[in-house]
């Protein structure tokens, strides 16, 4: 299975201010994936990566907020602009291993508690 | 609209009892579809997938689920539940974005 790394693995942020979470896959992959998981919720997909072109966002997330980085095919950044307490949530990092199995995997996520 | 429903918040089950966790989707055609498990602080793994051919799927840890196209569902079930199996369980599907819809998931308790 590919090996999916987020870092922070959590964080404690002061509202107002931005924080950026890397994740590293241990194979070049196509498309990456960002969700977050709000307290207590399920998995909500933010956006999809691809590399050399903007990310796609999904209805109700905007790039202001979460800018996304795809510099290559084995890394990703999602930014987590002006932070407020509602941003509280679990960001996990997603990807295809390989071209079509279909089979998502997921980092362990990031957590992050904004105050 | 494209969802998932998981019907069932939570469920408690005693060991060595056997499991059902009901999943069904709304989607115009066959998606694919997947069992996943969350244990407390840790990611998310994957128990088992659909994606065509038999509908009765087999999957790690003694899961598996069928497929029931007649009801839209994606049952999980489990013969023999064991304390260790106390989790959040996550049902989702592929309509062809290769990105998941998810339910809401079930949290799972085990008595002993």
């Known amino acids: 299975s590919a090996v999916i790394s987020q870092k922070p693995s959590r964080d404690i942020c002061q509202r107002g201010t931005s924080l950026t979470i890397q994740c590293q896959v241990d194979?070049?992959?196509?498309?990456m994936f960002w969700y977050r998981q709000q307290p207590g919720q399920s998995l909500t997909l933010i956006a999809t990566?691809?590399?050399?072109?903007?990310?796609?966002?999904e209805s109700g997330f905007v790039i202001d907020k979460f800018p996304i980085s795809r510099p290559n095919l084995t890394f990703s950044t999602l930014t987590v602009s002006n932070m407020s307490p509602e941003d509280s949530s679990i960001y996990l990092c997603?990807?295809?291993?390989?071209?079509?199995?279909?089979?998502?995997?997921f980092g362990e996520g990031s957590r992050l508690t904004v105050l | 609209a494209q969802s998932v429903t998981q019907p069932d918040i939570h469920i408690t089950v005693s060991e060595g009892a056997s499991l059902e966790l009901r999943c069904n989707y709304s989607?115009?055609?066959?998606?694919?579809l997947f069992w996943y498990v969350q244990s407390p602080g840790q990611g998310l793994q994957l128990l088992l997938k659909?994606?065509?051919?038999?509908?009765l799927v087999q999957g790690i840890k003694g899961f598996e689920a069928e497929f029931k196209r007649s009801q839209s569902s994606f049952n999980l079930r489990k013969p023999s539940v064991h304390w260790s199996d106390a989790a959040e369980y996550f049902c989702?599907?592929?309509?062809?974005?290769?990105?998941?819809?998810f339910g809401s998931g079930t949290r799972l308790q085990v008595q002993p």
């Open positions: 997603s990807a295809h291993r390989g071209l079509n199995t279909g089979e998502l995997f």
């Open positions: 989607y115009g055609a066959t998606p694919y």
């Open positions: 194979s070049q992959v196509t498309m």
């Open positions: 659909y994606f065509s051919g038999d509908t």
């Open positions: 990566a691809n590399q050399g072109s903007e990310a796609t966002y």
């Open positions: 989702a599907m592929d309509t062809g974005r290769r990105a998941l819809t």
